[in-house]
């Protein structure tokens, strides 16, 4: 057994797992890479009349479906009160909330008129159980993690990964911060490797939180 927690895992008994592929297929997550979000966007140019490639628009598109879904995670689970009575949880919730939300703000300004819209989400009890929500953040920072490991080279425009380079440490600060919460170790290894645009994509759709 590895030391990563799975959605698999996290979904033995299927609560969370409602996919709906259909929405996914009409934003177009079906045909290239995925980022994971978490970092200052803020030096990325503007794409809504800049020559970028099509490959890095749809990039950085796949981010802000994340970030919407990141954004979204945190700030209902702070609306509810999930880290109650939970100091570090609750300083964790707080900040990475504050990214997330800032992270959705940067990409749709740099994106324009060709960023996609933020979908409907149902995160069911994970933003009310505290247990639940713990384990689910560190699914998401991890997933996050190695999702911009295995695709940063798709990048095409130095600007732009440039710019998302800033996603990863931030990415991992998150992810380290929430599984040392969970007790896990934060730096399982000296290496970790990414994964594909395959495997993101699968565990996105199999939460089961895009509805609409």
Known sequence: MTDHLTLEELDR?????????AFLKKAGLGGA????????????????SAATSAG??????????????????YKQ???????????KLTAFVNIVAGHEAAHVTALKNALGSKAVAKPK??????????S?????????????????LGQAGNI?????????GSILPV????????????????????????KSKAQVLAAVKATGFIVA
């Open 77 to 87: 689970a702070k609306q509810n009160g999930v880290a109650k009575g939970h100091e």
């Open 156 to 164: 095409k425009s130095k600007a732009v990964l440039a710019a998302a």
């Open 13 to 21: 008994d299927g609560a969370i797992r409602d996919t709906r592929a």
């Open 33 to 48: 890479a995925i980022l994971g979000g978490g970092a200052l966007m803020g030096a990325l140019p503007s794409l809504a």
């Open 56 to 73: 890095d628009v749809a990039i950085l598109n796949y981010a802000l479906t994340l970030e919407y879904l990141e954004a979204e995670f």
């Open 171 to 194: 990415e991992a600060r998150h992810a380290a911060w929430i599984r040392d919460i969970a007790g896990k170790v934060p730096a399982p290894a000296g290496f970790e490797a990414g």
């Open 121 to 130: 989400f149902n995160f069911k009890d994970t933003v009310t159980n505290q």
């Open 132 to 148: 639940k929500f713990i384990a689910t953040a560190t699914v998401l920072e991890d997933t996050g993690v190695a999702a911009y």
